[in-house]
């Protein structure tokens, strides 16, 4: 994928517990228009999770995710049969059945190999994309882990280690996330954010997800409803900061912002 340009990553949840109502997808008629939806308004990739990773998301055993995997994306590439699709899971068995048995090409972890050991093998073997996130804890405890004494450095390690560890496996298409909203308080989240250039260190393809969250809530003071404003106010200032991928539920507004940055960045030529 040539990151000349930044990308747009469309968020399909095919779960009944996403912290945004609007997103929830989950008969076939819903899903399909999302799906059609996200391709029309631009997205260059399509992120579809099976489990919820809000802060205290309910527990979804590995057969209910793989069964809402399967549901989802089977309606998806009917509908877009060469659709780039991402898969949201952090379980080994999820990423392999995804990949080899319903067409996905890159798998999102938002463990980073953490909640399941045979996560790194398996993407190894599979040798596609590989989404890494920074998170302490799991969904169900991540706000427990909040406590750092040098939060960037701190991160910066969790990848440079993850990193090293996938290169002597040999898996060499690593995509880096920081994790907004993930073992951070909303404070944190504004420091990583204003250190995002300090990532262009690992010379990966670095993905933001900030889409209607709860550090731009706090901060003015909106639902998760009202928040596309702020989101794509953090959108564009993330592109400043070299960010390649916009993960987003709505993906007309994230395209226009790469629009308008490339036009910015191109200005002279």
Do not use: C
């Amino acid at each position: 994928m040539d990151f000349s340009s930044p990308k747009v990553m469309g968020i399909l949840n095919i779960t009944p517990d996403s912290f945004f109502e609007g997103s929830r997808k989950q008969t076939e008629k819903e899903i399909a228009e999302r799906v059609i939806q996200i391709i029309e308004e631009g997205a260059d990739i399509i992120d579809i999770g099976g489990y919820s990773s809000r802060p205290s998301a309910a527990y979804v055993d590995e057969a209910e995710e793989i069964r809402r995997l399967e549901y989802g994306l089977k309606i998806l590439f009917r509908e877009i049969p060469n659709a780039v699709v991402s898969v949201d899971t952090f379980r080994a068995e999820a990423a392999r059945r995804s990949v080899e048995d319903f067409g996905a090409a890159i798998i999102n972890d938002i463990a980073a190999g953490g909640l399941d050991e045979k996560m790194f093998e398996t993407v190894a073997r599979l040798q596609v994309p590989y989404i890494i996130m920074h998170m302490q804890g799991s969904p169900q405890t991540m706000m427990q882990y909040t406590q750092y004494e040098n939060l960037m450095q701190e991160i910066l390690l969790y990848f440079a280690e993850k990193v090293n560890q996938l290169h002597q496996m040999g898996v060499n298409d690593i995509w880096i996330d920081p994790g907004f909203g993930f073992s951070k308080t909303t404070a944190q989240n504004y420091e990583v954010l204003e250190k995002l250039e300090e990532f262009r260190i690992f010379e990966l393809p670095i993905l933001v997800g900030f889409s209607r969250k709860t550090m731009i809530r706090e901060v003015i003071g909106t639902s998760p409803l009202e928040s596309l404003n702020g989101t794509t106010a953090l959108n564009m200032f993330s592109l400043t900061q070299g960010a390649h991928i916009l993960r987003v539920h709505d993906v007309k507004e994230a395209v226009q912002a790469v629009k308008l940055y490339n036009k910015i960045k191109n200005a002279n030529e």
